[in-house]
């Protein structure tokens, strides 16, 4: 069966630190591989999808990056932390067309 | 861009009743998948229930079934016999692809719902 991971699960860290959390999923192959974020009390927010490996598109501007360095690898970054980068932090993968998406457990990262 | 719209920010229920939770879509397609999910406090984001555009009848999942109005761009989800567990966060999506031909699902805001024992 399909496991999504991600870590760390919860994360404090001091305005303009960097930032690395990673997603891996197991149980399939060449999957679609999603991040958001979700502020306190608001909806999902794409961040960035990826349809293969170094294949990556980005929804909103932003001092976030994504790499996939592996097939089942997803990773999200950042050079220097703001204090508006706060929120849970949300992996998500799935194939094919037209089918759900299945969710981590999610990050939540305080920005300080 | 598509947008996803629940209009109930906070909904409640007593045990046992039954809920119905709204949700509207904007697309120009004729073809595309809609999904309810459930995020309770865990933060752990399980889906509820799935809908076919080119299906008409409307989806069930024991106690979550679905009223999809497609020409009317409606999908609401209706929770029969409400039980504690229910209580969470649930979100509408819709499933778009983008002009390279990935795909996306677009969320709604979201309807806390809080059942009443």
């Known amino acids: 069966s399909q496991t999504i991971h991600q870590w760390p699960a919860t994360l404090v860290q001091p305005v303009g630190s960097p930032l690395s959390l990673e997603c891996t999923v197991e149980g399939t192959s060449n999957p679609n591989l999603y991040w958001y974020r979700q502020a306190a009390g608001r909806g999902l927010q794409l961040l960035f999808y990826s349809i293969g490996i170094d294949q990556i598109s980005s929804e909103v501007p932003q001092n976030l990056s994504a790499s996939r360095p592996q097939d089942r690898q997803f990773i999200l970054s950042s050079k220097k932390l703001l204090l508006s980068d706060s929120g849970f932090y949300l992996c998500a993968w799935n194939v094919g067309g037209y089918n759900e998406q299945f969710f981590g457990p999610g990050t939540r990262l305080t920005v300080l | 861009a598509q947008t996803v719209t629940q209009s109930q920010p906070e909904m409640s229920v007593q045990e046992a009743e039954t809920v119905t939770l709204s949700c509207t879509y904007d697309t120009s397609e004729s073809d595309y998948y809609l999904f309810w999910y459930k995020q309770p406090p865990s933060r752990q984001m399980i889906l509820v229930i799935r809908q076919e555009a080119y299906k008409q009848q409307n989806a069930t999942e024991n106690r979550f079934s679905v009223n999809f109005q497609k020409a009317a761009k409606s999908f609401s989800l209706k929770i029969s016999d409400s039980q504690l567990g229910d209580a969470a966060m649930y979100f509408c999506?819709?499933?778009?692809?983008?002009?390279?031909?990935?795909?996306?699902?677009?969320f709604g805001k979201g309807t806390k719902l809080t059942v009443n024992p």
């Open positions: 999506a819709y499933s778009e692809f983008d002009q390279g031909g990935s795909e996306k699902l677009v």
